[in-house]
């Protein structure tokens, strides 16, 4: 009989044994697959239960989450994926621990951030629900949410720096897995900033320290200002401890009346606004107050006015148009009010309230003011009622404040410097002395900017010493239809209809001179003058209906950009103003010679697109949140050399 030798004997153990921890390494990698997987799609739950308001869900799915991912830790510790180590996988079986502890900590510091407010009552309410009852915010779980979302943002912080220690993996799918959890913590520890920000704010906002009484003013980009738009309506909103009432809504014409009662004489503002707005009644008529994109001047001055008009101090201004208004629908679901048989959501508000309905109600404008009362009576009792969902109100309201369509102002410094962290200020220097913006005013008192489009094409030229020349075109085109309606009448007979008459702003960097305006390819002459610190270049013109203008302006930016090892070379700012359709914008960046845009510059969170032929970096897109340009330059590199 056939025996094998030691040496077989001793190959085939060795074959088994390698067959067998092959076996236990597909095995083991399989099933750590499937449960970090698991984790992963159990925290998505989690969120979107407490983005549906439904926290007993929430609660299981991390729970869940939480498990599974102790499973995962297990499953990277197997002898086999310890063997790995040995055969140069050292790197990936730490990675694969890191990325399963990660999901283990996140899942269970949520649990730690957001039991409190479940044992408050969230678990029947909902989120919101604990949050809002009855008409008041409980500041009580403002309070415990606050302190939970603290000791969150603490153990993001730490497993973010655990996880940025990693070793770089070798094998692709482990690379690929410990790249997305690097940019879900970092989005995580975003989004938990922003909430503890939110928790910060609601207190005073709310009227946790007194009494206070908001300015509501609903406005309409369809006739364009530069805040946003011409306010047709407008609100009082009173907080006190939390508790949130609805007061009066109505025709701001009662607020023009009653200024006009009280001689309609100018409102004390700042130098610089009576030069540039004082002319066209901005320090005498509220509807005029918001000529200017700074919100925090406009409303400073809506507030003179309504104690001039009412004898009635006010706290702050709270200005929305339609767009956010659709937005907020994503939290209280679709808007209906009598008087007209139309549905708002975020996807028709723009069409509705902008533009069809001024059709409807032509000529009718008692019943259209009675129809959006009715539709801000619907929003209120929807918040009122407490059944909205959290998430949904939440990424509303923070998408509605980035794009300009929702603003606040209270004239407390510790509030205001918490407004503008959540960029709901609508305040443009919050962005620094680096800004460029393009506005403009409507002055045919129509709703035509319905149907303009604008885009804005800004290229920086580099010099060798420093300075920029830069060269801003405005292109703008009037889409208007060829009929009699409100949203094409001028409210003066001696215009056109369909006729777009505006005044055309540029607003420059600190520092920087404008040099040359053209229309139309034609030197034209313009004023200037300064909003705050930054320069303002502008000019009125006409456009028809079927027309399309160009605008350009040429300026200059003394010592604007240098080479610095610790920063950007260049910084720039471009702000948008809250029209219904938004700028497309490009930003071309031409460096000097010898010098190239480096691929890392971005503008936004998106590298530039790169043109290697001639070291030019140019970038388009729709200009709807703020957008920073930061530039890097390096040393040119041509192919061949």
Known sequence: MWRPS????????????????????????????????????????????????????????????SSAAELAVLRAGRPSLRLAAFLGLHDDVVALELIAGALGDLATSAQQAVGPIFDHGAAEAG????????????????????????????????????????PEPRLAPIASALERVT???????????????????????????????????????????????????????????????????????????????????????????????????????????????????????????????TGEALDGVIALDPLALGEITRGTGPLRAPGWDRTIDRFGARRVLLHDIYR????????????????????????????????????????AATEQHLKVYVPEPRVTALLAELQIDGDYRSAGPNVQLVFHNNFAANKVDFFLKRRVDTELVLEDDGDIRGTTTVELVNEAPEDTSVLVRPLRRDLDLG??????????PEGAEPRRLTLDRRDSNFFSGTEYDYPVAWQILDVEPGQTRTVRLSWTWPDAWQIDPDGPDLELTLWPQALVRPDFMSFTVVPPDGLAVAPGSQVGDTALDWEHLDGIARRAWRLRPPVTATIDLIEETRSGD
Request: charged fraction near 25%.
């Open 6 to 65: 030691w040496v077989r004997r001793t190959a085939l153990f060795v074959a088994g044994a390698g067959a067998v921890l092959l076996l236990d390494l597909a095995y083991a990698s399989t099933t750590y697959a499937l449960t970090a997987r698991q984790s992963a799609r159990h925290l998505r739950a989690a969120i979107g239960a407490l983005d549906r308001s439904d926290a007993a869900g929430a609660v299981e799915h991390l729970a869940l989450s």
């Open 183 to 309: 940019r879900r913590l970092e989005r995580a520890r975003t989004d938990v900033a922003r909430a503890v920000t939110v928790m910060d704010l609601l207190p005073p906002l709310l009227g946790s320290e007194g009494s206070r009484r908001y300015l509501l003013a609903f406005q309409s980009p369809s006739e364009a200002r530069g805040g946003g738009g011409l306010i047709g309506v407008f609100g009082l909103l009173s907080a006190d401890g939390g508790r949130l009432d609805l007061g009066h809504v109505g025709a701001i014409e009662e607020l023009v009346g009653k200024e006009l009662g009280k001689g309609g004489r100018p409102i004390p503002a700042p130098a610089w606004f009576r030069d540039l707005y004082g002319r066209f009644l901005g320090t005498e008529e509220i509807r005029h107050a918001n000529l200017t994109p700074s919100f925090s001047a406009s409303a400073e001055i809506w507030l003179r006015m309504y104690r001039r008009a």
């Open 499 to 508: 006729l777009n008459r505006m005044s055309l702003s540029f607003l420059l």
């Open 360 to 399: 409807h109600f032509d000529l009718k404008e008692r019943k259209q003011n009675e129809y959006l009362r009715g539709l801000i009576d619907e929003l209120w009792s929807r918040l009122e009622s407490g059944e909205v969902r959290a998430g949904g109100l939440a990424r509303g309201l923070g998408t």
């Open 127 to 166: 989120l919101f629900g604990a949050l809002y009852r009855d008409g008041a915010v409980d500041l009580d779980a403002v309070a415990l949410l606050n302190d939970g979302l603290r000791h969150l943002a603490t153990d993001l912080e730490r497993t973010d720096q655990r996880v940025a220690a990693a």
